[in-house]
């Protein structure tokens, strides 16, 4: 018998929408994020030319807001958030997915573009057993503003899986996404399922 497993997309898939910017907001407020954000539009016209890969540009943006911060500062921002703001954009759909497959015994995995460290509080709090995501980097105890790993997105989700658990025979894995990014995690899966939450 294989070992089942459920893996969900966290942005668009669990979340009605992205949650950088909400966390962004939370961290800074709307006048410094508009003004920062100001100084971000090169990259970001960059990137909807695809002059900058979404990578590059979500990392530069990322940057701009954290370098220096303190890596115990953004871990409490982040357990904050977490706990105080992302219920409320939960889609119910999604909850009710997770908790079928809690009681048919699958373990529930999110792997996710966005920071791990945001996403973990409250994965923890819904006895999500996985959460794999983007990672940041750290120095002398604070951030450099650079992602630890590559940006959690594309093939790099399904990379990041195998990485912790192995060859994908050995499971049953359903897998729920809703963008281009999730397309590689999605053609591992037995049973796939696209902007079906």
Not at 60 to 84: A, P, V, W, Y
Request: hydrophobic fraction near 40%.
């Amino acid at each position: 018998m294989k070992t089942r497993l459920a893996i969900f997309d966290f942005d668009g898939t669990i979340t009605r929408r992205d949650t950088f910017l909400l966390f962004l907001v939370f961290c800074f407020g709307w006048v410094k994020v508009c003004r920062i954000g100001i100084r971000c539009i090169p990259v970001l016209l960059g990137y909807k030319l695809k002059l900058i890969p979404n990578s590059k540009a979500k990392e530069t943006i990322f940057g701009r807001f954290f370098k220096k911060t303190g890596f115990e500062d953004f871990n409490e921002f982040c357990r904050r958030f977490s706990l105080g703001n992302i219920s409320p954009v939960i889609k119910v759909s999604a909850l009710e997915k997770i908790f079928r497959h809690k009681d048919r015994g699958d373990k529930i995995i999110i792997i996710s573009a966005s920071i791990e460290n945001w996403i973990r509080p409250w994965a923890d709090s819904f006895g999500i057993d996985h959460v794999i995501g983007t990672t940041v980097e750290t120095e002398d105890g604070l951030l450099t503003g650079k992602f630890k790993s590559p940006n959690c997105c594309g093939e790099e989700k399904v990379e990041r899986f195998i990485r912790a658990y192995g060859d994908t025979d050995q499971y049953h894995i359903s897998a729920y996404g809703d963008s281009r990014g999730d397309k590689e995690l999605l053609s591992i899966a037995d049973e796939p399922f696209y902007k079906l939450l």
